[in-house]
Structure formats: structure tokens, C-alpha cells
């Protein structure tokens, strides 16, 4: 039950890795599509009193663009450090000014293909480690208790 458990948690972190963030147009932006907005050095420290400091990635939906920029639902912002702070979906207005880069997160198909290869044989083996041909003893073996009398 326990080397279960730790395998479907090595899956669920692998799940997250399966996407890859490709640049985007803002013309081409669909609303709830998934985005990471890279920051300028200008617009990490003006807009360090909303998202904290040494902002560079802000993660989340768009929402729309509005005549001062891009206005998102923020997942998460990374700092330059790495470190990522997770949000509750607040709505932020990123200017325009402040956009050094745009990318639209996609499914990786190759990853996907990768992890459910995987997984189909990690089930493939341990159904012929622990499966019904793997019993404790020898077959034909009478079961639990004491002979008829």
C-alpha cells in the first residue's frame, strides 16, 4: 500500500511537468488561457508593492486587456531568486510597459507519451511482482483449517 502511494505521488509531480510555455502574440490572446509574463527591471520594481519584491515571472489567467495592460488572475509570482509565492487568483494589471516577455503554457505531447509509458510499465510490473501469479505458496495448497473428521 505504501510503495503505492509513493508512486502515485511520483506521478503527480511528474503530471507537472508536462507542459512547456511557448511565446505568444498578445493579438492571439484567448481569455482563461493559461500565461507567464516575464517582468522588465523597470516593471519588477514598480510593481513590487503588488507583487513583492524582485518580482520576474507572474503566473496565471488572462483575464483581458485593458487600455493600461494585461489584467490577470495571479497564480503565482517567481522573484528573481526563484522563490515562488502562491496567490488566490487576485486580479493584477500588468502595463504594458512593464512586458518584457509573453508565453502561453501548452501541453507537451512528448512528455505526456513519456509519463503514461512509464506508468503503464511500472502497473506492468508490479501486476508480475504482486499479481495472482506472484501467491505466498505452493500451489494447490488446501487453505486454513483442520481436515473433516
Known sequence: MRSR??????AASLQVGCYNYLPLRRSSLEPSSYLAVTLTESGSEELARYLGPNALVVRG?????????LALAVEAVESRRGDIARWAGETV???SEFLRAVEQRQVARGKVVLLAGAAVAGFVVAYHAFGPAAGGGP???GGGGPGPR
Open 139 to 141: 500451489s494447490g495448497a
Open 5 to 10: 502511494a509513493l508512486f502515485l505521488l511520483a
Open 61 to 69: 489567467r488572462y483575464l483581458t486587456a485593458t487600455d493600461r495592460g
Open 93 to 95: 494589471v500588468v502595463p
